[in-house]
């Protein structure tokens, strides 16, 4: 399978906790998205990377949240202290910058759940 | 403040009609807009793109309409099957930069 992959798929924890999330894109691909989904909403827009470059974060990324993607390839969206607000399905995307709107393929999403 | 808002949460229609969802935008001026579809527990599947300088473009059995001065974009799916419900969302790029902003999307179900 060559699309985009998550990992994990699903992830339980406490309030408190840190927790890790990663993202493997389409492998030509350089330009990599994350996206909140709650139940009942559209995704969020979070962050996105050109190559290792993090270019664009959104006011919904607090100080808690941070994201990497440090050769230019996989990424990974780290939450600290976690609260039960951030239960929500965090969605990868990416895709392919030729200089004009590119279609973006998302991955499976990683479904989070805050005790 | 700028709103992307679908017509309704839920639409029932029967096996074999046309569905017909609304998209509508307001304080945007996007270059293009696109719609996806969401499967229970999946990510998006991208379905097609419409520029602002295009009124109709078709895929298949789904044709998007885009009415820039409505601020609106109408997708429909004709001879409509049970495998078509899902959730249908559209989204814009109101930066330029890709970064898609989504409307809360409709569930579309397909009565056989």
């Known amino acids: 399978d060559t699309g985009v992959s998550q990992d994990p798929r699903h992830k339980i924890t406490k309030r408190g906790q840190n927790v890790t999330f990663r993202c493997d894109p389409i492998?030509?691909?350089?330009?990599l998205y994350w996206y909140r989904q709650t139940l009942g909403q559209g995704p969020e827009f979070l962050t996105y990377?050109?190559?290792?470059?993090?270019?664009?974060k959104s006011r919904l990324l607090s100080d808690r949240f941070s994201a990497e993607r440090p050769k230019g390839s996989f990424s990974t969206l780290e939450i600290q202290r976690t609260e039960q607000g951030d239960s929500a399905m965090y969605l990868c995307?990416?895709?392919?910058?030729?200089?004009?709107?590119?279609?973006?393929?998302f991955g499976p999403g990683t479904r989070l759940l805050v005790l | 403040s700028q709103k992307i808002e679908q017509n309704s949460e839920a639409l029932n229609i029967q096996e074999g009609k046309t569905a017909t969802l609304t998209c509508n935008y307001t304080?945007?001026?996007?270059?293009?807009l696109q719609w996806y579809r969401q499967d229970p527990g999946r990510g998006p599947v991208f379905l097609l793109l419409?520029?602002?300088?295009?009124k109709e473009k078709r895929k298949e059995r789904l044709k998007v309409t885009f009415d820039t001065t409505l601020k609106q974009s109408l997708f429909h799916i004709t001879a409509s099957q049970p495998a078509d419900s899902a959730t249908y969302l559209c989204?814009?790029?109101?930066?330029?930069?890709?970064?898609?902003?989504f409307g809360t999307g409709t569930r579309l179900t397909v009565i056989p």
């Open positions: 995307a990416s895709s392919l910058d030729r200089g004009s709107t590119e279609t973006q393929y």
């Open positions: 492998s030509e691909h350089n330009r």
């Open positions: 990377f050109q190559n290792e470059a993090q270019l664009e």
């Open positions: 304080n945007y001026s996007p270059a293009y």
């Open positions: 419409i520029r602002e300088n295009e």
């Open positions: 989204a814009l790029d109101p930066t330029g930069a890709n970064n898609l902003f």
